[in-house]
């Protein structure tokens, strides 16, 4: 589940940063999808309670992981 999120928002930050794949060009409209997509992550991960109070890295997670698992 960390991964996956963590794939969306890189993949939607970058969309939104490349000139040729911006979905607006107002940067407060370009801020408000990065914002809205991180929030809707969140969300959907907190329905699942798999891991808690996750940075949505992947590095951090593994360590979360390991952490509870140990």
Not at 6 to 14: E, G, N, V
Not at 21 to 47: E, F, N, Q, R
């Amino acid at each position: 589940m960390e991964i996956i999120n963590s794939m969306i928002l890189t993949f939607l930050y970058l969309t939104q940063t490349e000139e040729k794949t911006k979905m607006s060009g107002d940067p407060a409209i370009t801020t408000l999808i990065i914002a809205a997509t991180y929030t809707a992550i969140v969300g959907y991960s907190s329905l699942n309670d798999v891991l808690s109070v996750s940075p949505f890295n992947p590095a951090a997670a593994l360590g979360i992981a390991a952490a509870q698992l140990f």
